[in-house]
């Protein structure tokens, strides 16, 4: 009989944690685990072709469900590869649990084959990190691990196990000589929330600023509730689009740089923003000194370290948001803001007039491709995976009532290739639901490997590609900020559909606005995986946009359809 | 300058005292002057001296504090009255008397010279150092970087060590 060893157990202990699924890829220092992943049989193993689209996947199972993600890699590049996605997943506070090989300890230090100290090289990209030294340790450290990564303000956290530790008998488990501090839960400040409630009741021009801490708290609901009982206007930042839903009254869209041009002036004007679950990132303010130069800022996060490092809040509540949505909601006094809201409809919603968002030539516009691909995700209740750029700012302003957990993006670190393995995640984790990707030309083919991923474990997956043959919005901003001198953004690409073929999923280009809707339609109709290849005009822009260094009032609502 | 001081208590484990210092760089954090000990309790014990015209030690704490290995963060305020540091240093012989009262000769060299030591806070040792090289007498010198105790005994909140 095979004895049992600290691979198996561990494989146990993931299971024990509720994960179903894990990601990965591979190699000689893993090889332990991998041993038992095959013997235990669990949890199910996902071979993606990158160790950073198995951080990303990690990460899109964690967004679409809340719960952590699972990545796994071998030592040296292995481990390397998966910093890309432990940084996605730090700044955008996705509770993800990444585990790597490291080579035996005898060697360790020597510069082994495949050697890397992991550990040192992704400590600024974790929440924390562990170093699995003893088997008495085994369970301790996952637990750890694992409540670490999803309390708080959830995050990475990464368990590098040496090859030799991972054969190791099981022993009996230790108690920890230096334990780590637990993090106290925020108490409920009876008299901070007293004193919001008062402001909420007298401002005459409040905001709400919601971001993905609503999400990660799953207090949609109450923030709807609070909204609608309090009358308050609703700005929801790039990842907190779907704790709103974007065709409600009360909804401004999204702030900052491509913001709409009612969310950006209602900052400006607000006297009151509750800022909700948000790290009030530059993208969001601008420059801070012109940011809301009229408001008092109250700031609720469960990060305290966020309160202060951009904007500086009249009050700061550090509070998770379960605890005191709810709570404002039920509070609040009812009221009606509508001198407030007759300033706010002076301004434009839409990101774009409808009459610019068609071309007199019939071309394919980015924006008709956009707003006819969002009305078939909100139809469809499809889950939503932007990869970086001008399609991600583009089906950030069109996206319509989105439910939460079903607009995942790469916000905060903006790393393109992100969506083709984050949309093999958030499948896995939500078989029902249809996934669309959606990739820029230059970002599809950061990952596109991961077609294989796809072809080998059937993922349904509808991926539409914004080809317009450019690296588009450094293109845009070489165009409006640089003189129009383009350098190093033309890109030729591949046959997208031929490419979709070789890896055996149908595809089909698209040329012209009028082949847009039948290739949606059979999209969606086929029972996926498939590919468009959307040839959309080359030199589109993405309006509004706030300039650099300007504040959020001076944004430009410019047209939409550029050189076409 | 606008100076503060912290005291971290970091638990000694493997690349905590990484994170910690992680952490100021990436957050770009002024800190002056940062000294590392061990604590009666097998704890680090990391004491900052922040310039507070660039940065808050308050934000310096909650930061800290976001870490997991570290246990606690004392704010010793922005004149902490009990602070001191060690200077060793070789000088010629003949700048003795330039060296304030409660310095000390602990060595002699062969080659003449002789290895003064002195205690005191870190602005007395910039100022004797300062006047000693003013002179041209010293050699070499190293400073074992700033020490603070809290204001009061441990004793007085029942925490003494065990």
Known sequence: ?564 | MNEGLLLARVSDRPGALERAVGLIRRRAFAVRRLSISLAHDAALELLLRIDETHTSRERVRQELLGLHDVLEVRDLGAAPRLTRELLLAWIKPTAAPQAPGAARVVAVSAEGGCLLELAGTPAEIDDVLARLREHGTVFASVRSGEMAAPEHHPAHDNKGES
């Not at chain 1, 600290?6 to 299971?15: K, M, Y």
């Not at chain 1, 959830?154 to 230096?178: C, F, M, S, W, Y």
């Not at chain 1, 780590?180 to 401002?203: C, S, V, Y």
């Not at chain 1, 305290?304 to 809040?313: D, I, K, N, Y």
């Open chain 1, 1 to 564: 009989m095979t004895r049992s060893t600290v691979a198996d157990e561990f494989c146990r202990l993931l299971i024990g944690e509720g994960v179903a699924v894990v990601f990965g890829h591979p190699g000689g220092a893993i090889l332990p685990f991998y041993d038992s992943l095959q013997r235990v049989g669990a949890p199910r193993h996902i071979l993606m072709r990158h160790e950073q689209a198995a951080a990303h996947a990690a990460d899109g199972y964690a967004r679409a469900t809340g719960r952590t993600g699972v990545c796994i890699a071998t030592s040296g590049p292995g481990a390397t590869n998966l910093v890309t996605g432990l940084a996605t997943a730090m700044m955008d506070s996705v509770p993800m649990v990444a585990i790597t090989g490291q080579v035996p300890t005898s060697v360790r230090g020597t510069d082994a084959f495949q050697e890397t100290d992991v550990l040192g090289v992704t400590m600024p990209v974790t929440k924390h990190g562990f170093s699995l030294e003893r088997a008495a340790d085994l369970t301790r450290v996952v637990q750890e691990a694992f409540r670490i990564a999803r309390s708080g303000r959830p995050g990475p956290v990464l368990i590098d196990i040496p090859k030799d530790v991972q054969n190791a008998a099981l022993v009996h488990a230790e108690p920890a000589t230096t334990p780590l501090r637990r993090m106290p839960a925020a108490a409920f400040d009876n008299t901070l929330f007293t004193r919001i409630l008062e402001l909420l009741g007298q401002a005459e021009r409040p905001l709400i600023m919601a971001g993905r801490g609503v999400i990660i708290s799953d207090t949609a609901p109450a923030l709807r509730r609070l909204a609608e009982r309090a009358d308050l206007p609703v700005v929801t930042t790039l990842l907190g689009l779907d704790a709103f839903p974007a065709t409600h009254p009360q909804a401004l869209g999204m702030p900052g740089m491509h913001g709409t041009v009612r969310a950006c002036h209602a900052i400006q004007r607000a006297d009151l923003i509750l800022g909700l679950g948000l790290r009030f990132d530059d993208r969001v303010t601008g420059p801070v000194r012109s940011f809301a130069p009229n408001a008092c800022i109250v700031h609720i996060d469960i990060d305290t370290p966020a309160a202060g490092r951009t904007v500086r809040a009249a009050l700061r509540m550090n509070a998770d948001l379960r605890a005191v949505l709810p709570a404002f909601a039920d509070a609040v006094t009812p009221r009606r803001c509508a001198e407030w809201w007759s300033e706010l409809q002076a301004w434009p919603r839409a990101a774009a007039p409808a009459a610019e968002w068609t071309a007199p030539d019939h071309a394919l516009t980015a924006r008709l491709t956009t707003r006819s691909l969002a009305a078939r995700i909100a139809a469809a209740r499809s889950i939503v995976v932007t990869d970086v750029g001008q399609h991600q700012m583009w089906i950030a302003q069109e996206l319509r009532d989105a439910e939460p957990r079903t607009h995942l993006t790469s916000g905060g670190l903006g790393a393109m290739g992100y969506a083709l393995p984050a949309a093999i995640g958030a499948a896995i984790a939500c078989p029902r639901r249809s996934v669309w990707v959606v990739a820029g030309d230059g970002g599809f083919q950061m990952t596109l490997q991961e077609l294989a991923t796809v072809a080998q474990e059937r993922i349904p997956l509808r991926i539409a590609v914004f080809n317009n043959g450019y690296l588009g919005m450094v293109r845009q901003w070489q165009e409006l900020f640089y003189d129009r001198r383009y350098s190093a953004v033309e890109l030729s690409s591949p046959d997208f559909p031929c490419l979709a073929r070789a890896f055996g999923i149908p595809g089909r280009a698209v040329e012209c606005a009028g082949q847009l809707a039948d290739a949606l339609d059979w999209a969606e109709q086929s029972p996926g995986p498939v590919l468009l290849d959307l040839r959309v005009a080359r030199e589109e822009n993405v309006f509004p946009m706030v300039p650099p260094g300007a504040a959020l009032h001076e944004v430009v609502a410019a047209p939409v359809v550029g050189a076409v």
